[in-house]
């Protein structure tokens, strides 16, 4: 080998080694990096996280408690102007508890070239703010000075909490690019907590035993390099549940010459420190409060389907969700009922406790929210919302009567994610899957003309049923006519509707049905003496939903769905069809979806029928790639233009 490869070898050992062994400190800004004008990853960035590192320490405070200090420092780099926004930074901490936590931001500095040298300006108070989120929980946020594209951020914030059963979750992705992480725990050796890293980024992990101070430590560290941003994609009801996190969760404490103390090592741990709750367990056995109501209603009722629609539809009528979750009642079921709103414990509890009295074996199911995440492991914090279970034969049927739209196992989306958890009387719990749910229709009739002019106008008959007719219902809720009209004028463009009719809105036991006529201008193309054809109409799928050349979260539908158009399309006088696009008939595998297409004429009229099945809920990252393919199937075959020509 000559000496100049020893050379590059050497500089590239040495290269490894800085960076490495590079301090990742606040305060060291450098020329080169506020010069730097783009990611040199992630040329899209507008702006990206350099560094982001943190440490979590346990002090003994000398009345015997424990408080976890957590200190966060970042380094951050603006590229573009969209990307300001992460000059500003807020974080909410708790103050509902007997002891509060407390937060404090510092080093809150902005680094800008200015004539080739390098100014500083530092946060003054005046960009430092507090607010109220609600009575339990505060929120501090800061506004950085004098940034502009090309500056440099940096701050750190000390967050001091008395609550050592969960440690704040650590995030190692963001939505810009992090070049690295780091976070290192220091757990005393008389505590046992169970950890979980979510995601798809490969983080470093190491442990080492520290013998220093008045007690062990185990020390936890957390490296990982060049993380990308969380990109955008469609089809994903909570990002978090894919995104790469840290959960720390209390499992046992274990002192010196004392018992072991465990906490929510299992489910039923968790279910029974749940139900021993006085805001949960206690409001089941509580019925004074509607017991001379529900005599009333319930007189003269035999079947129990008449009992349970007639008990749901009672409280769903009186009741006022406070839009606020929660397994445990917030101000009891008692004065909830009073004052006729309550949050999702209070209502759901009050539901179960009214069927129980009425002989109706009800009980209490736990869920996650979609917005709460998937629950990854027992902890006390897995479940934030709790509906009604009736068990029968061998199903539960579902009650949440939170929604004036929902019906019996019909809840609302935001509580259909993956699985629940029914709580019985004697203390058992078994888990039940929520996302059995039966695909819902959008069925779309159309008899239409096409006029001289390329226009087309017809009527149009939809039925939606299911989660079709409950998503319509809870979107226009106290929305006019007029309103929704111009909505749907505007979601397709060229559409104007007349006659217009809508029943069922309050009949929830059956589908929505809207009747209009329309006339739709943006359908057809004349080009000489040929008219060029949308088969679907205002219906086609102009474009694939899903672009993304790799995804690695499933696709969410939020629920499975069968869309069936029937048209009929009269053409006009003097023309007759040239060319039809040929037939198709296709499905991916596994059965996720189906999509069926077919076309023909007859009697100066056009008649297309489509129906496309999307039967899973979720569909798995790994078949990502047939369903970009699948997808562009259907909009190649709805775009691709039926042609009509002038007779000779």
Not at 368 to 394: C, D, H, K, L
Not at 515 to 520: D, I
Request: charged residues 25%.
């Amino acid at each position: 080998m000559n000496l100049k490869g020893v050379c590059v070898i050497v500089l590239m050992i040495l290269a490894g080694q800085s960076l490495f062994a590079q301090k990742y400190e606040l305060g060291e800004v450098t020329i080169e990096e506020l010069k730097e004008t783009r990611h040199p990853i992630d040329s899209s960035a507008s702006a990206a996280i350099l560094f982001k590192t943190g440490e979590t320490k346990f002090n003994l405070m000398n009345d015997g408690n424990w408080t976890v200090s957590t200190e966060v420092r970042y380094k951050i780099k603006i590229y573009k102007k969209e990307g300001l926004d992460y000059a500003n930074k807020s974080k909410s901490y708790y103050v509902g508890g007997f002891r509060n936590e407390t937060l404090n931001f510092k080093n809150a500095v902005t680094y800008n070239l200015v004539d080739g040298k390098i100014e500083k300006t530092k946060l003054k108070s005046d960009g430092e703010f507090k607010d109220e989120i609600n009575k339990d929980v505060k929120v501090k946020k800061i506004t950085l000075p004098q940034v502009r594209v090309g500056s440099i951020v940096e701050y750190s914030y000390v967050l001091n909490s008395p609550y050592i059963s969960s440690l704040n979750d650590w995030y190692f992705q963001d939505n810009i690019p992090i070049n690295y992480v780091e976070y290192n725990v220091y757990i005393p050796e008389y505590f046992r907590y169970r950890t979980v890293i979510s995601g798809y980024e490969n983080v470093e992990v190491e442990n080492a035993t520290i013998n220093t101070g008045d007690f062990g430590q185990q020390k936890y560290g957390y490296k990982i390099k060049n993380v990308p941003s969380l990109k955008e994609e469609g089809y994903v009801t909570n990002i978090d549940n894919y995104t790469a996190i840290l959960k720390y969760e209390l499992a046992s404490i274990n002192y010196p010459n004392q018992p072991t103390k465990n906490f929510a090592v299992t489910w039923d741990d968790v279910v029974k420190s749940i139900y021993e709750h006085d805001g949960f367990g206690d409001q089941l056995d509580s019925k004074s409060y509607f017991e001379d109501d529900l005599k009333i209603i319930l007189e003269g009722l035999v079947s129990e389907q008449e009992k349970i629609d007639t008990i749901f539809n009672f409280v769903k009528s009186k009741m006022t969700w406070n839009d606020s979750y929660g397994v445990v009642t917030d101000v009891g079921v008692k004065k909830a009922y009073k004052e006729k709103t309550g949050n999702v414990a209070e209502i759901n509890l009050m539901l179960t406790a009214m069927l129980r009295y009425a002989g109706i074996q009800a009980n209490p199911v736990l869920i996650s929210t979609r917005r709460n995440g998937i629950a990854m492991f027992p902890n006390r914090t897995a479940y934030n919302y709790v509906v009604a279970g009736i068990e029968v034969q061998n199903d539960v049927l579902l009650l949440d009567a939170t929604s004036k739209n929902a019906q019996v196992n019909l809840m609302p989306i935001r509580a259909v994610n993956w699985t629940g958890r029914i709580i019985r009387e004697r203390g058992s719990s078994n888990e039940i899957d929520l996302l059995n749910v039966p695909p819902s229709k959008d069925n779309v009739i159309i008899l239409g003309e096409i006029k001289e002019d390329g226009k087309v106008e017809g009527k149009l008959r939809r039925v939606l049923t299911d989660y079709n007719s409950f998503v319509h219902r809870e979107n226009n809720i106290g929305v006019t006519e007029d309103s929704y009209l111009e909505k749907l004028e505007n979601r397709y463009k060229g559409l104007s509707v007349e006659e217009y009719k809508v029943d069922n809105v309050k009949d929830l036991s059956k589908p929505i049905v809207e009747t209009y006529s329309f006339t739709h201008d943006s359908d057809i193309e004349v080009i000489g003496n040929k008219m060029y054809v949308k088969p679907l109409l205002f219906f086609t799928l102009d474009e694939n939903p899903f672009k993304l050349d790799q995804r690695k979260y499933p696709v969410d539908f939020s629920f499975p769905f069968k869309d069936a158009y029937n048209i009929s399309i009269k053409i006009p006088e003097g023309y007759e069809v040239e060319y039809l696009p040929e037939a198709i008939n296709a499905a991916m595998e596994n059965n996720h979806s189906a999509f069926k297409y077919l076309v023909s004429a007859a009697n100066n009229n056009i008649q297309l029928i489509v129906n496309l099945d999307v039967n899973s809920f979720y569909i798995p990252s790994e078949a990502y790639p047939a369903l970009k393919d699948f997808f562009k199937l259907i909009v190649e075959k709805q775009t691709d233009r039926i042609i009509l020509k002038k007779k000779e």
